[in-house]
């Protein structure tokens, strides 16, 4: 594999707000940091102000650590079973009068009881470690007191109040607003969830956003001309902000780690992660051996064939079979599995090895060449008794 990424460069890290999605970024940061991307400034807001001061700390085996044990109670003081229950919706195992005194409760104290939260960044917040790290970091909260953003570098907080003020960033309005060192704060994430610009205005060039998709309004802002930024973003749900579920975690960190690597890699898929350069012209190769494939199983399974989505279907017999693959097959998978009219060879190509994959139940949690794939699929298919029934048609023209 070929890296797309340039480790020449030293890149800014955007660590957007999210609440317990925020596991996806360490994933995402264990693969940059594996693979020797230089991180020389981070942004973050909430959770990501708390995982920006994890990685400058560079200890990543504490910073999984606490993600994959995360629980509600460590960040909320609640019962972890029964947030469980409510966050699940399992109707069965809640107690409808308990969830009311509860919920008249939060009414009473004005929001949930964060003093975990508290505990848990005093417990792996290492000041000196923070200061003296090559990586600087800046933080966004808002100010309720002074009814203003705060951009923070956190090196020229005083000394004892880089824990207060990561809580700041990551008050959620649900939390329970106490007063820190005087003033009241409000996660930074209700006027900038994305703090691109922090690292903009403080003139770095390359820069990498670990996107969430949580809570809050994202700041629009115009990218200079000279500004390079690099997305690294999660295709599947990553779970509810206040989802501090250890399972979900621990699944949302691998996502991120392999996102990243897609990112950093170059890697084709949307569903998997493929070490594949296919041009339009191999792709469409394969496709007609495939769809010519198709074509004469339809003709020997006429009543199997009537059964499948019109747009497969064979058109005429008077259609040679290259003009009814070109025609009706190729267009109408196109259309089908790639949901766009613009579709591509290579992409379709693509999309018919995942869904196969996916029908498969083959892991998606490592990277494959086309080889590697295909003889997958084919040792799979082989262990199905009868696979006609449970696989997608097009599965079985793979050779």
């Known amino acids: 594999m070929e890296r797309q990424m340039d480790l020449s460069k030293e890149y800014g890290l955007v660590l957007e707000g999210g609440g317990a999605k925020g596991a996806y970024q360490i994933g995402a940061w264990q693969a940059l940091r594996e693979e020797g991307v230089k991180i020389r400034g981070i942004s973050g807001v909430s959770v990501g102000a708390l995982n920006g001061a994890l990685i400058c700390m560079d200890d990543p085996d504490k910073a999984r650590e606490i993600w994959e044990n995360i629980s509600y109670s460590q960040v909320m003081d609640v019962d972890d079973a029964k947030m469980d229950s409510i966050v699940r919706g399992d109707l069965k195992n809640i107690n409808l009068n ?9 009414i009473r104290e004005k929001g949930m009881d964060v003093t975990p939260l508290k505990n848990l960044i005093a417990r792996v917040c290492d000041e000196e470690v923070i ?20 951009d923070i570098n956190v090196k020229d907080v005083p000394d004892g109040l880089i824990g207060d003020m990561l809580l700041a960033s990551a008050y959620l309005p649900t939390f329970k607003r106490e007063p820190l ?6 996660d930074g994430g209700v006027q900038d969830r994305v703090p691109l610009d922090s690292l903009i205005k403080r003139g770095y060039h390359d820069i990498i ?9 994202e700041k629009r802002i115009k990218i200079p001309e000279d500004v390079q930024v690099t997305d690294i973003a999660p295709r599947k749900n990553l779970g509810g902000v206040l989802e501090f579920d250890s ?9 991120g780690y392999y996102d990243a690597k897609r990112v950093i890699y170059g890697l084709a898929g949307s569903e998997y992660y493929l070490d594949m350069k296919l041009s339009e012209e191999a792709a469409y190769e394969r496709l007609i051996n495939m769809a010519i494939r198709y074509d004469r199983w339809a ?3 006429p009543e199997k064939a009537a059964e499948m989505p019109a747009s497969l279907r064979q058109d005429e017999e008077t259609v040679s079979r290259l003009r009814r693959v070109n025609e009706v097959i190729l267009p109408g998978a196109g259309r089908r599995l790639c949901h766009t009219k613009d579709w591509t060879y290579s992409g379709l190509y693509i999309a018919l090895l995942e869904q196969t994959a996916i029908a498969l139940r083959i892991s998606r949690y490592r990277i494959y060449t086309e080889e590697e794939l295909l003889h997958k699929i084919k040792v799979k298919k082989e262990s199905y008794e009868d696979t006609e029934r449970v696989l997608p048609i097009w599965a079985f023209f793979f050779e």
């Open 299 to 301: 003709e020997n399974n």
């Open 209 to 217: 956003v670990l996107r969430i998709y949580g809570f809050g309004v």
């Open 247 to 255: 399972a979900r975690s621990r699944r949302n960190m691998k996502l």
């Open 98 to 106: 308990e969830v009311v005194q509860d919920g008249l409760k939060l």
């Open 131 to 150: 200061r003296n790290s090559p990586i600087d970091l800046y933080i966004v909260t808002y100010s309720l007191s002074d009814h203003q953003l705060l």
């Open 181 to 186: 060192h005087g003033k009241r704060y409000i």
